[in-house]
């Protein structure tokens, strides 16, 4: 099976700043902010949801495409793509913008300062699905807001099932937006905060929400996820990482276990540990494409964590 991922394509340009922010900031004078701090460490990530979850199902040995927009300056991103063999056929180059882009200066509380740069990402929607050959699984992630209409639209129109996964772009929609996507996807994966935004803009609650697709995916960071079907609801436990770095791309990473385990039509038990394996795998290395595994590597951290072995 193979899996056509619509999403956003990014750079993240990482700065530490070695001290805390509100050190230099005086609360009665943010009116008139003019602030500059000193960054020494600063690193430059690949990253986007679209991308991220390509590299992380390629890991798995899933053939995931991503299909996002970007800009003239894609170079560096699309050689790394070259090079760890993920497909860029659907990768839309737009030499009139820049590649997405976030700006993301962290100080020693862990306090982020972020500034986006959508670029390309805002003219998603000139890729089609119907565009993609031999797709029998979608995934619509966070992407320029028409762009994400069009695809699940398209999606749906080809008859083809896809998780809905409105993260960082669930700001963008209101409630009969929600509703719309949700009745169009076959399943919806979120997080417990972005759950809780869905249901005060539905009026839906989880197991309604449930009733309308074959899965609802709720992550709850260390108190594991849980996995709504329409009669049961599935408790899966959280693996166990080594050590925590960096949490940066982890719901990208479980979300390609999803991908996988819906690929390869495992059993959600299964599904859902797989897609808990990978969060706690990336959550150990910092950037959101640098962690790495063999198959019989993540067999072995798969038992350490459920007690078990992975038919697969």
């Known amino acids: ?8 394509m990014a750079y ?12 230099h900031i005086l609360p009665d004078k943010v ?9 020494p460490d600063m690193r430059r990530e690949f990253g986007g949801c679209a991308g991220n979850i390509a590299y992380n199902l390629k890991l798995l040995g899933g053939e995931g495409k991503p299909m996002g927009t970007v800009g003239a300056d894609f170079g560096p991103y699309g050689e790394w793509m070259d090079r760890h063999g993920i497909p860029r056929d659907y990768i839309k180059q737009i030499n009139e913008t820049y590649t997405a882009q976030a700006f993301i200066t962290t100080d ?17 929607h000139q890729n089609r699905v119907q565009d993609a050959s031999g797709v029998t699984l979608g995934m619509v992630s966070p992407d320029g807001r028409d762009g994400m209409i069009e695809h699940a639209t398209q999606f749906a129109e080809a008859g083809i099932p896809f998780i809905f996964d409105p993260g960082q772009g669930l700001p963008l929609f209101g409630g009969d937006d929600l509703k719309d996507f949700i009745d169009k996807a076959s399943y919806v994966c979120v997080n417990d905060y972005e759950g809780e935004l869905i ?12 009733e309308r697709v074959e899965a609802l995916i709720i992550t709850r960071g260390a108190k594991g996820s849980e996995i709504y079907l329409k ?12 050590e925590i770095n960096d949490p940066t791309g982890c719901g990208d990473a479980f979300r390609a276990g999803l991908l996988y385990g819906l690929m390869n ?19 150990e290395k910092h950037g959101t494409q640098n962690h790495t595994f063999s198959r ?5 951290r798969y038992k350490e964590s459920f007690g078990h072995g992975l038919a697969w």
Do not use: Y
Not at 231 to 242: L, V, W
């Open 1 to 8: 099976m193979s899996a056509l991922i619509c999403g956003s």
């Open 12 to 23: 993240d340009t990482i700065m530490v700043f070695h001290d805390k922010f509100k050190n």
């Open 31 to 39: 009116h008139i902010l003019n602030v500059a701090f000193h960054v």
């Open 108 to 124: 020693m509380d862990d306090n982020q300062i972020i500034a986006f740069h959508p670029g390309a990402m805002d003219l998603a």
């Open 199 to 210: 249901q005060e803009r539905t009026g839906w609650s989880p197991h309604e929400i449930a």
């Open 231 to 242: 009669n049961k609801r599935i408790d899966i436990p959280a693996a166990k990482p080594h």
């Open 265 to 283: 039509d495992l059993d959600w038990e299964t599904t859902g540990r797989i897609a808990a394996m990978m969060g706690a795998i990336k959550i």
């Open 296 to 300: 019989n590597e993540f067999e072995a």
